[in-house]
């Protein structure tokens, strides 16, 4: 089915920030729409959001420069390409752009159309857009695996100004038996988390990923309570439910090579760091940590491998960017053992699936992940369930943009459990 129409234009995301939204139509009159994310917490490798710089609209935030590279120079460029040449028109894409980091269209130029190609595919093929990312990935369409959430239920580093250090502290429903479990288990054990802070006197507003965003004046604090919402949920810790947490460790390092933990007044170095990782794990069922080190810091990556490897998934973000180059050199130092996976930090499709194929024949865990600006595209429930990677990071159990992926989750087992 070919392209007939790409029209591209401004709207918001979770965080009253422009974002851009791409609609297509195919030859046959459907059409589909896409919305690509943002990031706060943004690795300094990533390929290149394009903002206007004006700042007499959105406070310089605006996405006009990208829509406008949509609708005149990608646009005439791919109509009429059949909508499931997939890697043809990512390349096609990429080519027109010419840069290592997209910065000419922009990533969210690029991804948008890329994101909305999938879904026009898919609906030009009359099959669940879950079902077409599998045939992408050239999965098994019989079987599906569904994924564990890490869900977001506080936050703190940039998405939660004056918290805690460290960004994210997730539940992990290891022992749940299905999504619909995972979703009531993790909502259950929020709401206690919550009646054990209005208890402590705490605060419960929440940050960007819809996470309680107190000041618990430690790091660890929050792995204390968190626990305690699970027991007060009548769960058993480290069986039914695990901990995870997102250091975004690049925010607090210091140019002298250290880490600042300024709530607890603590400079620490790369080693005690991953000490005090340890420490939490013997303490509490922490299963994932994410950016424990800096992003440049392969070194520091390489020993907490070394170190707790066999106990945790360690996942690079900012360290890999959803890039083949970086996570190639992660793989040949042994410098992890997870690739979290997000894809506007590379900004096409088909190199979102290349990073995860690499990391499978590496033996990797790939976590697909949302990012703090959200919208209401369900995008990456049906992405994880047809990649089959088992993980996925989306957030909180609050707020909508949030909410919508966990409702998409559910919605696909259900219509996998009809079939």
Known sequence: MKISQIKAQEVLDSRGNPTVECDLTLENGMTVMSIVPSGASTGVHEALELRDGDANRYLGKGVLKAVENINTKIAPAIIGMDVENQEEIDNKMLELDGTENKANLGANAILSVSMACVKGAALAKGIPLYQYVAELFGNDTTSYKMPVPMVNVLNGGKHAIKSSDVQEYMFMPIGANSIQQSVQWCAECFHNLGKILKELGFATSVGDEGGYAPSLGTNEKPLELMVQAIEKSGLTPGKDMALGIDAAASEFYTEDGKYNL???????????????????????????IEDGLSEDDWDGFKK?????????????????????????????????????????????????????????????????????????????ADFVVGAGTGYIKTGSMSRSERIAKYNRLMRIERELESK
């Open 262 to 288: 300024a709530s607890e007044g603590r400079v620490l170095t790369g080693e005690e760091l991953v000490d005090m990782y340890a420490g939490w794990i013997e303490k509490y069922p922490l299963i994932s």
């Open 304 to 380: 907490l491998e070394e170190k707790l490897g066999d106990k945790i998934m360690n996942v690079g973000d900012d360290l890999y960017v959803t890039n083949v180059k970086r996570l190639e050199k992660g793989i040949e130092m042994h410098a992890s053992n997870s690739i979290l996976i997000k894809l506007n930090q590379i900004g096409s499709v088909t190199e979102t699936i290349n990073a995860i194929k690499m990391a499978n024949e590496a033996n990797m865990h790939s976590i697909v992940s949302h990012r703090s600006g959200e919208t209401e595209d369900t995008f990456i």
